[in-house]
């Protein structure tokens, strides 16, 4: 069974910076796209962009463009998400999900448990 | 960008009633690749349709998805208590690969 296990929930101040994880088991890693997605308090999904990792290749949504960075590490079988410095607005749960095999167009199956992250002074 | 627009926004209905609840597309989705999740409270959303209309594995046939273009639909024939959650149409065509708002499906 393919799971995607998240970084525990995170409390963190206003220009922290800060990198949160999603290891992913019972599969093969490198050839499926991983992808972030966030949900602030109480509102919809927000896709935020996704990471090959058998190349680094990355694609992100307009709105999160040089907000965050998305990445992969295929030794320890896990991508990651982080920002260099954190805002109050950036207090939500986030979620990875994994792609189908070699495409990035196909739906989010499976999904982590979310990791949230609270940005607070 | 490609945005999605779900309506209603709440639904409310009752156990054994029909729900339709609606994705609108900004532009044609290419190659029908529309998918539905189904959230419930505290949990990740959970893929119930992908391609507009297949259902994924272990999902109950009383979900179907239909439509093209820029007009899709998920219908729950017969409404189980289970059921009442928020749903949310995504495109995985076009980069950003963007969600709908979300419906509430309400008792």
């Known amino acids: 069974e393919v799971q995607l296990i998240q970084s525990g929930a995170e409390v963190k101040k206003p220009g922290e910076s800060l990198k949160i994880s999603c290891q992913v088991s019972?599969?093969?890693?490198?050839?499926?796209?991983i992808g972030w997605v966030r949900q602030m308090p109480g509102k919809g999904l927000e896709w935020m962009g996704i990471?090959?990792?058998?190349?680094?290749?990355?694609r992100y949504s307009p709105s999160f463009l040089g907000q965050v960075t998305i990445s992969a590490d295929t030794s320890v079988n896990t991508a990651y998400l982080q920002w260099s410095s954190l805002k109050a607005s950036d207090t939500a749960m986030y979620y990875c999900?994994?792609?189908?095999?070699?495409?990035?167009?196909?739906?989010?199956?499976?999904w982590g448990q979310g990791t949230l992250v609270t940005v607070s002074s | 960008e490609i945005v999605l627009t779900q309506s209603p926004d709440t639904l409310s209905l009752s156990p054994g009633e029909r729900a339709t609840l609606s994705c609108r597309a900004s532009?044609?989705?290419?190659?029908?690749?529309l998918a539905w999740y189904q959230q419930k409270p505290d949990q990740p959303p959970k893929v119930l349709i992908f391609?507009?209309?297949s259902r994924a594995t272990g999902v109950p046939d009383r979900f179907s998805g239909s439509g093209s273009g820029t007009d899709f639909t998920l219908t729950i024939s017969r409404l189980e208590a289970e059921d009442f959650a928020v749903y949310y149409c995504q495109q995985y065509g076009y980069s950003p690969f963007s969600f709908g708002q979300g419906t509430k499906l309400e008792i």
């Open positions: 391609g507009t209309s």
């Open positions: 999900a994994r792609h189908g095999l070699h495409t990035e167009h196909t739906w989010f199956d499976p």
């Open positions: 019972g599969s093969t890693f490198s050839n499926y796209w």
């Open positions: 990471v090959y990792p058998a190349t680094s290749t990355t």
């Open positions: 532009e044609s989705v290419s190659r029908s690749f």
